[in-house]
Nanobody
Framework: QVQLVESGGGSVQAGGSLRLSCAAS????????MAWFRQAPGKGREFVAT?????????LHADSVKGRFTISKDDAKNTVYLEMNSLKPEDTAVYYC?????????????????WGQGTQVSVSS
């Protein structure tokens, strides 16, 4: 029922910026938590950022991207975003959008119920 579709990935030089979008259908983003995870070749899925709605919108970013990436959403468009700035080669990965029925913005992939197909981000040095 829930469908998440990521877009905005591509190739960029180190220091560049990219904005990922995740359009959701079948579920209102205002009633769930959203997150971004990423997976590099041969690596496990890594938490990037989450947006929870416990009492108000609260965001949490992984230390590796804090200050460079920002998660946000537009309820009117039912879309979540990941603004990525000052990209580094180590940011190269497939980025996945995820939705959780929890409202507190979990950071574990096991707590997310729906996933997008992923979008590739490649950063060259």
């Amino acid at each position: 029922q829930v469908q998440l579709v990521e877009s905005g990935g591509g190739s960029v030089q180190a220091g560049g910026s990219l904005r990922l979008s995740c359009a959701a259908s079948g579920r209102t983003l205002g009633s769930c938590s959203m997150a971004w995870f990423r997976q590099a070749p041969g690596k496990g899925r890594e938490f990037v950022a989450t947006l929870g709605i416990s009492w108000r919108v609260v965001t949490l970013h992984a230390d590796s991207v804090k200050g460079r990436f920002t998660i946000s959403k537009d309820d009117a468009k039912n879309t979540v975003y990941l603004e990525m700035n000052s990209l580094k080669p180590e940011d190269t990965a497939v980025y996945y959008c995820a939705l959780s029925d929890r409202i507190y913005g979990p950071i574990s992939e096991a707590e997310y119920d729906s996933w997008g197909q992923g979008t590739q981000v490649s950063v060259s040095s």
